[in-house]
C-alpha cells in the first residue's frame, strides 16, 4: 500500500506533497526548521494542518480539503512514532513496554508478550525484557523502543532522529538494527546524518523552508546534489549559474569551468551547477596562472580542524545562491600561508575536478 499526502499549513510556511511506495524508506534532510518535524508530526496527527488530505492505501489519514474535515485520532491510524528520546513507560518492564503495542490492540496478554519476545530478539535485547527503562543505557533503551513500535505493526513507521541522543558506540549498533528492520517496510526517517541516508534509505527528500527542494535517490542526491544543504551534508562545494560550453557561468558573469557529464546534453543557458570537494581547492595569496583553473578571490571567515587537515571556510560574493565555500589544506601550509579569519586571498580548484551538471 502506498502513502501519500498533500497538506499546507501557511502560519509555519509549510506546504508539502508526499508519496511513498510499499516497502520503501525515505529520508528527510534539511536544516533545523526546515519542517521536517512538523510533517512527522502531521502524519502521527499530532499537528493538524490547515489544509490538505493523507492515506495509506484506502485508510484516510486526514481530509480537510472540500468542506471535508475528516481526522482520525493517532492511535488509529497505523502509524508508529519514534522520537529522539526513547520515552519509554518507566513502570513496565522493558517486555510489557514492548507487549503495550499488540495489548491496545485486543491481543491476549500471553500473545502479546510473544510478539514483543520475537520483537526484542530482532532488536538484540530480548536479555533485557525483565528490566526497567531505568536500568537501561541509552542505547538500550532506544533499541526497545524500535521494537516497542513494530510490535504495534505500523504500516507507517517515523523516526525523527533516531541517533541523535546516542553516543558514539551506541549510534552504529542502532543503525544496523534499523538497517535489518527496515528492509520491505515504509518509513520515514529524519536525519542530519548523511550515513543514516546512505545505510537506511532508498530515497532521500530535501526541505528547506517548509518545501520540498531536492528529491531522488540516496546515491543521486548526495553525489551529486543540486541544493546547498545537500552539497554541505556531502561535504561538497557547489556554485550555481548558466551552462556554457565549457562549465557555467556565475551571477556576476564569470566563466566557472568544469567537466560535463558525458550522457548528458545541456541547452545552453540551462540552470546548472558546478560541485567540487574541498580536497581539490588550493589557496594562494595572490593570482595564479598555468594548466586551465579557477581562480577567485573569498574572504576567510573561519578555519577549523578537519582530520589531519586545516578547512578554509570563506565568502565568494558573485559565485551563486549561496556564497560560502570550503577549502582542506594541511596546519603547515595554513601557518606558512598566515591564514586567519577576515584575510582575502584566493581560492583555486583544476577545471578537470569540478563535475558540472543540471540544477
Known sequence: MTFELTASLPSRNFEMSLRL????????????????????AMIAGLLRPDSGWARIGDRQLFNLDGGTHRWSAPHVRGTAL???EALLFPHLTVLDNVAFGPRSKGASKPAARETARLWLTEVDALHLESRKPAELSGGQAQRVAVARALAADPELLLLDEPMSALDIHAAPLLRRVLKRVLAGRKAIIITHDVLDAYMLADRVIVMENGRI??????????????????????GLNLVSGSITGQGITTPDGRLFAGQHDPEWSPAPGQAGVAAFPPSAVSVFLGDVHGSPRNSFPVT?????????????????????ERSTLSADITPAASADLGLAPGMDVRFVVKSALVSIYPA
Request: glycine letters at 14%; a neutral charge.
Open 213 to 234: 527542494s531536492e528529491q531522488g535517490h540516496t546515491r543521486q542526491v548526495l553525489e551529486r546534489p543540486r541544493s546547498h544543504f545537500a552539497a554541505g551534508l556531502a
Open 82 to 84: 519514534l522520537a529522539q
Open 300 to 320: 576567510i571567515r573561519d578555519l577549523e580542524p578537519h582530520g589531519d587537515q586545516i578547512r578554509v571556510k570563506a565568502t565568494a560574493p558573485g559565485l551563486g
Open 21 to 40: 511506495s510499499d516497502g520503501e524508506t525515505v529520508a528527510i534532510l534539511g536544516p533545523n526548521g526546515a519542517g521536517k518535524s512538523t510533517l512527522l
